[in-house]
């Protein structure tokens, strides 16, 4: 397969790029990548590597790797457990936090890209009709974006990015999910903000395994990061990726991907109605397993992000999700900053256009009128979970790796200040009750079609 922003016919940009690739890749795949050595052939002889005589091409030595640790392979066979997707997106968080800040013109980028992708549709064979058409919505959207882009460049999110960030360049190595053969021919194509990188993997997640998976990374890099910011590009960087993949398979003949992707990048573009849900009650009553269940359908893709008030204390306190708190990180004033910084976020989140479900105990009225605040101009509805005590003690006592530090004398505690659904819907969360339904309803209910 030809593609004209590739020429690897001259010998020294084969050494090149294979050395580049082993600079890039060795630090996020330690072990992986081993050495870049000359392909040497005398006359007459057969070629070896690194031997005498003239060198007539370089190779990248890496270790192998199992078909098997393929994440696209392991996508299609056997999935993507949520444990799996978590350490996906930790190993995207800690890969983007080694990258130093660079300076771009994200905005010419961006439109270079944008032009750059229409060509390469347009000379794949891919229908000219909707191609101009996905060019003057991308470039709307761009339009609309240039102030944001250039506050990314100098809040330090532009960087040397993976580039490739898909599901096929990521393996299990030594039992971790690592990424490898980040795009190493071209710094331009690979200088953009880490939401672009993000987005990649979202896209393609988002096709071979389906949105929860999608929505599932996405919140977890974004508890890790707070970086509630990215869901303004996410469109543009969604639709941008998906394009770049639809004219690849294009050129590869295989017609039925090539249809899919590009009917992706359309949907990506495409106005879709974003709302705003807080979900509070006591410990126990499934919030967060709510939550999870509502965001891959909720607003644009892919999904809600989800604000739970158990991760941003863990964030505010330098920890990851799963690390345990001393008491004193409960304290009243601790807890008014994290509902605080959790109101903010929900209030950047609605303002780009994103769903989003605000997931947290909500007991104080100051809470609920933020949150309810941050909305703004979207429609927003409150949820008050409630289900048996008994069932509550259960729950709570059989977590395992869960964010909330909560034991069942924390629940019993809080269950004596519990202020009741207030203004909010009341929902019935107990182990015969189906919430999802409920929320339907009442959605339905307040926004008839």
């Known amino acids: 397969m030809l593609l004209p922003f590739l020429d690897f016919t001259p010998l020294a940009e084969r050494e090149r790029t294979a050395r580049r690739e082993l600079d890039l890749n060795a630090p996020h795949a330690p072990g992986m990548y081993r050495d870049v050595v000359p392909v040497t052939c005398r006359p007459g002889a057969a070629p070896v590597l690194g031997g005498e005589g003239p060198v007539i091409d370089w190779v990248l030595r890496m270790a192998p790797v199992p078909a098997e640790d393929f994440l696209d392979r392991r996508a299609a066979t056997i999935g993507l457990d949520p444990a799996l997707l978590d350490r996906m997106a930790d190993t995207v968080v800690a890969m983007h936090a080694r990258l130093p800040p660079l300076a771009r013109d994200q905005a010419a980028g961006f439109a270079w890209l944008a032009q750059g992708n229409r060509a390469s549709a347009l000379a794949a064979g891919l229908p000219p009709a909707r191609i101009e058409a996905w060019v003057v919505a991308m470039q709307h959207r761009l339009a609309r974006l240039g102030p944001w882009l250039r506050e990314r460049e100098e809040a330090g999110f532009v960087r040397r990015i993976h580039g490739d960030l898909h599901l096929g360049n990521l393996c299990l190595w030594q039992g971790n999910p690592v990424p490898f053969d980040a795009l190493e021919f071209n710094e331009a194509m690979a200088t953009f903000d880490t939401g672009y990188d993000i987005a990649f993997l979202l896209m393609d997640l988002d096709l071979r395994a389906g949105r929860p998976a999608a ?30 993949r639809a004219h690849v398979a294009a050129r590869s003949n295989n017609p039925p991907a090539a249809a899919r992707y590009l009917a992706a990048a359309e949907a990506y573009l495409a106005p879709t109605a974003p709302a705003v849900l807080a979900i509070g009650g006591l410990q126990g009553t499934g919030k967060s397993t709510l939550a999870r269940r509502l965001a891959p359908e909720l607003g644009p893709a892919p999904g809600a992000v989800i604000l ?45 256009g994103h769903g989003v479900i605000a997931d947290g105990m909500f007991f104080a009225a100051e809470q609920r009128a933020a949150i309810e605040a941050a909305a703004g101009a979207l429609p927003f509805h409150g949820f ?44 019935h969360a107990g182990n015969a009750d189906d919430p999802v339904a409920q929320i339907a309803l009442i959605m339905r209910h307040n926004n008839p079609v």
């Open 215 to 244: 929505n599932r990374v996405m919140n977890r890099i974004i508890a890790r990061t707070a970086d509630t910011g990215l869901l303004r590009g996410l469109p543009v960087f969604l639709s941008m990726r998906a394009l770049v």
């Open 308 to 352: 739970r008030s158990d991760e941003i204390r863990k964030l505010i306190n330098g920890l990851s999700p799963e690390d345990r708190l001393p008491q004193a990180a409960y304290r009243a004033e601790v807890s008014r900053a994290v509902f605080a910084t959790l109101a903010r976020h929900a209030a950047a989140a609605a303002s780009a």
């Open 384 to 427: 008050w979970l409630s289900a048996p005590m008994a069932e509550l003690e259960a729950r709570v006592a059989g977590r395992v790796g869960d964010a909330s530090d909560a034991d069942v004398a924390v629940l019993r505690q809080a269950a004596k200040g519990d202020p009741g659904q207030g203004a909010w819907h009341l929902i």
